[in-house]
């Protein structure tokens, strides 16, 4: 089993930034990826970023060159780093763990005013 606590939602200005952070923990061993995902009312959830073990990173096309995606294994923690924040970015967002099955977190609400 592996547990994932997001944190560092909030409300922000356009243009603003946060970071949000998920710690794991558990069986954090059998992780192979961790990611991150947002559902914004009335819309599908979708894969903003993801980082591999090997530190391999891949991000949507809407986030590439605002987000980064980083991870402190020490602290076996996954942060999205989030800059020029806009409006359609607002969503709940969740960390997911890739592993013999795939584990979520609670979600935290980024609101992005205009």
């Known amino acids: 089993q592996v547990q994932l606590v997001e944190s560092g939602g909030g409300l922000v200005q356009a243009g603003g930034s946060l970071r949000l952070s998920c710690a794991a923990s558990?069986?954090?061993?059998?992780?192979?990826?961790m990611e991150w995902h947002r559902q914004a009312p009335g819309k599908q959830r979708e894969l903003v970023a993801a980082?591999?073990?090997?530190?391999?990173?891949d991000y949507a096309d809407s986030v590439k060159g605002r987000f980064t995606i980083s991870r402190d294994n020490a602290k076996n923690t996954v942060y999205l780093q989030m800059n020029s924040l806009k409006p359609e970015d607002t969503a709940v967002y969740y960390c997911?763990?890739?592993?013999?099955?795939?584990?979520w977190g609670q979600g935290t609400q980024v609101t992005v005013s205009s």
């Open positions: 997911s763990a890739v592993s013999y099955r795939d584990y």
């Open positions: 558990g069986s954090i061993f059998s992780i192979n990826v």
């Open positions: 980082i591999t073990n090997d530190g391999n990173t």
